[in-house]
Structure formats: C-alpha cells, structure tokens
C-alpha cells in the first residue's frame, strides 16, 4: 500500500515511543513522542548523550525493533515491509564482516541473497571496491585489513544492491581521528555519487554538523527530539573544517546537547 | 613465498623436535648411567627393538584399537555436531539438554566400560566403541553449540536488515561461526579417543587389541613388550591429532591467512 503523497519521504517517524520490557519490574522508556520527517536523498544525523535511545531509533527505523505505540513508514511503505524488500543498507560500529568471507565475498553476501548471479555479483562487487578505493584487497580476508579499510567494506557491502534508505550507527565510532576525518569525506563523495538517503548515529559534535544536513539533538529518559538544526555548508571539504561557518553550526549542536545534558 | 613459509613451518617445528630428540638421548643416558633395571623403566631404544620384534602383533593390535577408536571418534562427531545443530534451531531443548550434557561431561565416562561389557558383550567391539562415543560426544557438543550460539548480535541483526530467514542466518553465519570452536573440540577429541579405548580395553575383552596387549605382558613381567604397545598407541594418537589440525587447516583458510601474516595490518576489531 504506497502512499502517493508519502513516496518523496525518506522516512516518516510519526507518534513513535518505545518502552523496552513493558510492565516488568526493569521497565524502561527509551523513546517518546518522537515525529521526524526524512526527505529523500537527505544526510540526517541523530546525535545526544547516551541513553537518549538515538541507537533505539534507528533500529525502529530498520524495523530491526518494533515501535511500541506509533508507526514508522519508509518510502510510503511500513519499516517491516521496507525490510523484507530489502531497502536497508546498515552499517554498525563494529563492521560486522565475516572472517570467512574474503572482501569481495563480503560485498557480495546480500547480492546472494537475493539470487544474483554470479557474473552480475562480481561485476557489481568490483564496481563497490572501486568506490570505497580498496582495487587491491578484494582477496584479502576482513582481519587482514585494518579497521578504517573494514569499515570501507563494510559501507561498500552496505551499498551494494543500492539500497533506499542508509542506517548507519556510530560507523566510524571505533576509528582513529585521521581515519575518521579521511572517511567522512570518503562517505559524503559517495552519498553524493550514490544519491541515498542516509540515517547517522553519532556522538560526535563536529562530525554530525561536517556531514549532514540536519542534525537531530535527542535529549535522555525517555529520549525525546530537543531540536533539529539545519546545517547549510555546500559542499564539504577539508577546508570547511576551519570554515567559521562549521564552528557556528558545531557550536549551535554543542550548546543544544549542553541544554538537554543540563535537563537530564 | 614459500622460502619464508617454509622458513615459518621449520621456526613452529624445530624446537619441539630438538627437545623431543634431547628428552630421549637424555631418558637413554639416565637409564645407562644410574644403571636403573629395565623392568621399571627400559631404554628407548630396547623399546624399539621390541616394537620391531614384535610388529606383528602390535600391527594387529593398533589396528583393531585403531578401529575402534577411530569410528568411535567418527560417530562421536557426528552425534555431537547433529545435536548441536537441533539445539540451536530448538531453544526449549537447549535449555533442558545442555546443563544434563555438561553434568554427564564431569563424571569419568570411562569407568562405564564395565557396565558398556556387560550390555553390549565382551567379545565384539560394540561395547567399546560406546565407551569412545561417549567420550568424544560431550565435548564436541558443548563446543560446537557455544560456537554455533556466540555470534556478534550485529552480525545477526544485518542479516535480518537484508531480511534473510533463520536457516539462512544459521548456514552463512551461525556454521561458519561455530568452525573455530567445533576444530577445538576436534584437537581435544582425536587422542582422547585413543586413550577411551585403551582404557576401555582394560576391562577385559579380546586379547588381541593394544589395551589388553599391554596389561597381559605387564602380567608376564614383559614390561619392555607393554612399553612398545605404549609407544604405537602414541604414535596413533598424535597421527589423529595431527589429521585434527590438518582439517582445521583445510577448513578455515581465513585462520591460516591470518597466522601466516603475509599481508597483516592492524586488526580492526576491537
């Protein structure tokens, strides 16, 4: 049941609130009251201290949870259906490649999984490594690479069948600042080249404002939207990293996780 | 390439040898030179004159145990991998069979040779095989459920983002998962099955496999004979550990990429 008038939306968070262990005696609300509207081909990041259920929300979005009052729509269709047509691309902070599975291997899993062949798997696993620049390592195995090579493999499996929506939690999280910095970078050129929508959990204040072009403040229990803040900085580079701009933006996300930091 | 991996595997099997080779000549040189009497502890090399005078017999006797030990070994796998599989796709029945597993894990399995006798006869092999059977079961059980359980909650949360079902999420994640733990299992359980034979054997039976071939010739005094039954049913056990590591090996060539570091960075995970 596509709803016409939902189709350009991303993702339409619309009433949602989520108590984990509903009447037990470690009954927790993790989320409430949460509306928020994602357009299409838009970079939204959600960022807030821990506990603001910034984690919860994106797997309600994955329909990896269940919401337990409200719905989430994705694409003019439920998050369980977008899951089984397979619309999500996830990437996790730790990047959850198999060991067994050579890169190349790795990028291919979900296009097995969907009954490609296999001249059309390697063909387009090829093309992934080409984006996340890693020609050369396809017949390596994951723990022979290091951990921001992994995370490129990870983000190249994650595009691979060209998924609508991008869910990705903290995915550089685990990653040096040098690396981190290099890829961001890497992830905005191919969110340009690839024009999906992406969904971002983060903890960081500069990478959320570097990234995206909303930036969702959380406030903590039950976790609530505090505010959204539109980031307008064109085309990033290194440069809008001293860009006075930047700190404007990164200074306006600090000060509103200060305020809902203060409230918790 | 290959000087260096070859260079590797000699820097791995080098030092064991020598001290394999010193333990011997010194064993030799102790027996010699305190003059200790070969009926408490003869010299390797009387051990192996009788293992050569008496190849004909132990050839047998290592071939009857052997074969016990070694299908015992295959139907203990076996079982314990299928029942490993069924109590990952049942969750009720792990709960209730994997405390009773691991408490008939801690009791002596072998001291049930005597009861296996008198159900299954003493005079075919079927009463030791379920000696093997039992002992090599628990732990490759135990094992392959832990390794077939303990996948990284993300891994499976991505497999149910791109919707896969639970027999796939078991073919592609829980499988390859548990292959670590189940070549663990294997390492333990190969030699092992060699000794619950033995044992097995102690408790009476045909007088021709090695168990029995040592405690008669024990009996007659002959302790040099008995000594070289111990040193073939040695040999056997590590010829089983070694196929061990050598499925391990064929199995999961990821692991042996990573020990050979040809190309290793800095591991990534935390």
Redesign the interface.
Known sequence: MSNPVLAEKAVVIDGVAKVFNEGGDSEVAALSGIDLTVEAGEFISLIGPSGCGKSTLL?LV?D?LAPTTGEVTVFGKSAHEA????D???V?Q???L???R?VLANIE??LE?RGWSRDERSARSAEMLGLVRLEDFGG??P?????????RVSIARALSFQPKLL?MDEPFG?LDEMTREHMQLELLRIWRETQTTVVFVTHSVPESAFLSNRVVVLSPRPGRIHSVVDVDLGDRSDDTRQDPAFFEKATEIREALRAVEGDG | MIFRRLRGRASVLGPPIVVGVAGLVLWEAVVRGFGIREFLLPRPTSILEEVVDNWPVLRHAIWETGWIAVSGLLIGIMAGVALAFLTTRFRTLEEGLTPLAVVVNATPIVALAPIFNAWFGITGTLSNQSVVIAVVFFPVFINTSRGLMAV?P??I??M?????SKW?IFR??RV?NA?PFFANSLRLVAPLSVIAAIVAEYFGGPQDRIGNVITSNVAFVRYDVAWAAIGVASALGLGLFAVALLVERVS?P?RA??VEGE????????
């Not at chain 2, 149910?160 to 896969?164: F, G, K």
Request: avoid cysteine; charge should be negative; hydrophobic fraction near 35%.
């Open positions: 797997r994955g990896l899951r089984l047509d397979q999500y691309g996830m996790f730790h990047s959850g198999f060991d067994w050579r899993l979900p999984l390596h195995y723990r022979q690479l290091s951990g921001g090579m992994q995370q869910l685990a | 990284h993300d891994e949360e991505l149910h983002s791109y919707a896969a796939t592609e994640v390859p292959l999961m990821w990429a990573m190309f290793t960075t800095t591991p990534g995970r935390e």
